[in-house]
């Protein structure tokens, strides 16, 4: 057995001896990550189904019939002020969901076939608040009876004024909406996960073997530098593509689930979704890309811990490193719907972010595919390079 592979062997022994690694790498992408999504997605469903069936409070000032009209929804407790400061007041300090302030001589305008004027007050910071979406929702009620009872005043079809009808079709397909949406997603955690499977491998096995003394020990034996880097990068890649494959049957096994056993429970929209996610191509294209990246990150990693002086400091620059993967990856994620160029294609982690989308989209440019896999090659070998570097330098393997 040749010489690194005896180092590799060692390493992975010492690795997974501790269950810290299999924490990282097996357990927590395999169970938690399936659990933390279905409690999101829980917590989320319970929240909206609380806010479709909640009373809001509204404060009004002002004098219309348009008041008779909102207290007949169910969903709102009307309180009526004595000025406008006192509504602003009510919705600032939340003792009301929303506060409305009806114009002087409202009713008057609306009779004489002017129009009226109504502000409403609100916080948004509420993402499921469903209270000023059921306020306009009575008020244009209310708009469209007194539209209807103009035109049949003036013997006027309502054709009259809305010359124009716009139909509008959404022509996204499934696939699409699941790539846009959910792709980047999906992208970023398998960004996160490969990182933390490769991160405390890296550390352990440099600063760590340092701070140890038994750096120097190895580097005395008769291992080559090339050799003493292909075991400890194999070790830490391997840690890293484990904690891809067990974080992507974590994502996959339960919506393979859902696909095979519960599709009558699920709505027809849903169930499209989930099949696009499942595409074995769309697996296949994304664990391929994962491959080099992780290669990419073990050795990025592992040079930096290499000259780092301790731990701590390995701890700290990688911390740096880390916001340098998640920055590209995070784009996608507030930029639903980007398209990737051949310069995105050459940004490791955008380019996976992207090309995960097109992938569960079945919009993939296999071009591009190509120009980002043999770009992050490109990236590995210029890491491991850098890593020899690092391994051959007696100034940083003894820096101190």
């Not at 664990?287 to 701590?312: C, D, R």
Request: charged share 15%.
């Amino acid at each position: 057995m040749s010489k690194w592979r005896v180092l590799l062997n060692k390493e992975i022994l010492h690795l997974f001896r501790d269950t810290k690694t299999i924490l990282q790498t097996v357990i927590i992408p395999t169970f938690i990550t399936p659990l933390l999504i279905g409690a999101i997605f829980w917590y989320i469903s319970s929240i909206a189904q609380e806010e479709s069936i909640k009373t809001y409070k509204v404060s009004i000032f002002g004098d219309s019939e348009l008041i008779n009209t909102l207290e007949e929804s169910e969903r709102l407790n009307i309180f009526t002020k004595s000025s406008v400061t006192d509504v602003i007041n009510d919705v600032e300090t939340e003792v009301t969901d929303v506060g409305l302030s009806i114009s002087n001589n409202f009713d008057g305008n609306l009779n004489n076939k002017l129009s009226g004027e109504i502000t409403i007050y609100s916080k948004n910071l509420d993402t499921f608040s469903q209270a000023k979406n059921v306020i306009e929702s009575s008020i244009r009620t209310y708009e469209n009876q007194i539209r209807e009872d103009r035109l049949t005043e003036l013997n006027l079809d309502e054709d009259f004024i809305d010359p124009i009808k716009v139909i509008e079709e959404d022509l996204t397909t499934e696939e699409e909406f699941a790539g846009t949406f959910v792709g980047a997603f999906v992208a970023f955690m398998f960004i996160a996960y490969i990182l933390t499977g490769s991160m405390y491998p890296a550390i352990d096995l440099g600063a760590g073997e340092k701070e140890r003394g038994t750096m120097e020990t190895l580097i005395s034996t008769n291992i080559s530098t090339v050799e003493i880097i292909i075991g400890k990068m194999f070790s830490i890649t391997l840690s890293a593509v484990i904690t891809a494959i067990f974080s992507t049957l974590g994502f996959i096994i339960p919506l393979i689930l859902i696909y095979l056993f519960y599709a009558d429970s699920i709505p027809q929209y849903a169930f499209d979704v989930i099949a696009a996610i499942v595409n074995p191509v769309a697996i296949l294209g994304i664990f391929v890309l994962i491959i080099p990246l992780s290669i990419f990150m073990g050795s990025l990693l592992l040079a930096i811990s290499i000259y780092a002086k301790n731990t701590k400091e390995a701890s700290l620059l990688m911390g740096n490193i880390v916001l340098i993967f998640f920055a590209p990856a995070y784009v996608p994620l507030i930029n639903p719907g980007m398209d990737l160029d051949l310069v995105g294609s050459l940004i490791p982690c955008f380019n996976l972010a992207l090309h995960t989308n097109a992938l569960i989209s079945g919009s993939v440019d296999w071009f591009l595919y190509a120009c980002s896999l043999g770009s992050t090659v490109i990236y590995c070998l210029i890491a491991v390079y850098i890593t020899y570097i690092m391994f051959d330098d007696e100034k940083v393997i003894f820096r101190s």
